[in-house]
């Protein structure tokens, strides 16, 4: 019996450092502007699941006349990620979250653009 229950707790420990593991999926990316004013243009860069080979590749979205404040979330694969705010009027500030955690916050100057940049890596 001396024997056994060392071995039992040899699998026990196992088991638990499999858990610990870090997950390599998506996680859940929160992107933010605020700021005083009317809309921006923002520009939006993540990492995407390639549909017809499976490997990652970077998408990028653009949009106009974004209403401030701004707020989207998105599934998107680990990778790098900016969010980008062409000044409307006023100073903006952008922030990046991942899975509810901030990763990035940038506060911007009147009339000029601001950019977050995060790794999605949790």
Do not use: H, N
Request: glycine share 12%; proline share 6%.
């Amino acid at each position: 019996m001396g024997k056994w229950v060392p071995g039992i707790m040899v699998v026990v420990a196992l088991g638990m450092g499999a858990t610990g593991c870090a997950d390599t999926g998506p996680l859940e990316v929160t992107y933010e502007i605020t700021g005083g004013g009317d809309t921006v243009t923002l520009t939006r860069t993540y990492p995407e699941r390639s549909e017809s080979d499976d490997r990652t590749v970077t998408r990028s979205v653009e949009e106009s006349d974004v209403a401030v404040p701004y707020t989207k979330k998105l599934v998107v694969d680990r990778g790098k990620t900016t969010l980008t705010a062409e000044p409307g009027t006023g100073p903006r500030s952008c922030r990046i979250l991942v899975e509810g955690r901030e990763v990035a916050r940038v506060a911007g100057q009147a009339d000029e653009p601001v950019t977050c940049r995060a790794e999605i890596d949790e």
